[in-house]
């Protein structure tokens, strides 16, 4: 008599994939360590997507220290499923310790992976991390930015960037391409970018003459740049702030918000102009039909000292 063979269903196929996921993590049958055992209780909780479960294996994994780092780092690097890979990811951000190891696994998948939303989750756990991030790390980053054409991939890579944008010299060349040139047609991109590019160099007259040139446009924040980089002006200051007079007495182009923002920022840069150079950008202001900008341009003439600092 011969044996009953069972058909193997759908069901019993994925229980089996299961088994043999739990078995890959743990490192065989006859070991399983803690770590182990909550990676893949993780894993079986952001399959089901289980906020509570994948909460509980997080603080599991934080108490248990860095077994669990090079576990995940593996995940990131060669698991097929797309969803494992970006949990790994996550959790690369927000466990302690072995910072290197994690930025390079990270910033690896965040340049490299074939799924947008792991590189997005990648880059994000490197904002948590960014105080650890070396130039050799950042130089990769900057290669992201001149590379990649996905606006929010790029985002992601400028928000890590900008807050060490003084080491980022090598990102100025992609980060022109994205102000001037539009190469990225993302509003949100091109300011990251023009952030980002200012706080590269601020005396760097290329630089300067970008963020100047940015101050009319309504989609940059150039008059925050501008006015944020008051003290590195120098003589070209009253044509910064004749530049946002201009923007403040444009009502058929700029919003009154927008305008009252630029009497705002001339207002800053009291102390940084000679008081004719203050005084010219603000006074036609007060001739202004709309009462409320005509109250700003007086409140910034009669304000002694909005701007941080008085000229000798």
Not at 199 to 207: F, G, L, R, T
């Amino acid at each position: 008599m011969y044996p009953v063979r069972l058909p193997v269903t759908m069901a019993r196929c994925a229980s089996l994939a299961t088994i043999l996921w739990v078995l890959i993590v743990s490192g065989g049958c006859g070991r399983s360590s803690p770590e182990s055992r909550w990676i893949a209780e993780y894993s079986t909780a952001l399959e089901r997507g289980d906020d509570q479960a994948i909460s509980a294996a997080f603080r599991e994994l934080a108490q248990l220290g860095n077994g669990s780092i090079p576990e995940f780092i593996s995940i990131l690097q060669s698991d097929p499923q797309p969803r494992r890979r970006f949990g790994a990811a996550i959790a690369l951000g927000k466990l302690r310790g072995l910072p290197p190891r994690r930025i390079d696994a990270l910033i690896h998948a965040g340049c490299n992976d074939s799924d947008t939303r792991v590189q997005l989750a990648s880059l994000g756990s490197i904002d948590y991390l960014n105080d650890h991030v070396t130039d050799p790390q950042l130089a990769k980053l900057c290669h992201l930015v001149h590379t990649s054409n996905e606006s929010l991939v790029v985002d992601y890579a400028l928000v890590i960037i900008r807050e060490r944008a003084d080491r980022a010299r090598a990102a100025i060349p992609a980060l022109k391409d994205i102000v001037v040139r539009r190469r990225i047609d993302s509003n949100n991109t091109r300011a990251l970018a023009l952030e980002t590019l200012a706080n590269c160099d601020p005396n760097d007259a290329s630089i300067q003459d970008i963020v100047f040139n940015s101050i009319g446009d309504d989609a940059l924040p150039g008059i925050d740049i501008a006015t944020g980089l008051r003290s590195y002006w120098g003589d070209r200051a009253p044509l910064v702030v004749a530049e946002i007079a201009r923007v403040a007495r444009s009502p058929s182009k700029t919003s009154l918000i927008g305008r009252l923002a630029a009497i705002e920022a001339i207002g800053k840069f009291r102390g940084y102009v000679a008081p004719d150079a203050y005084e010219s950008a603000l006074v036609p202001l007060l001739q202004d039909s709309d009462p409320q900008i005509h109250e700003a341009a007086k409140a910034a003439l009669e304000n002694p000292r909005n701007g941080a600092s008085d000229m000798q």
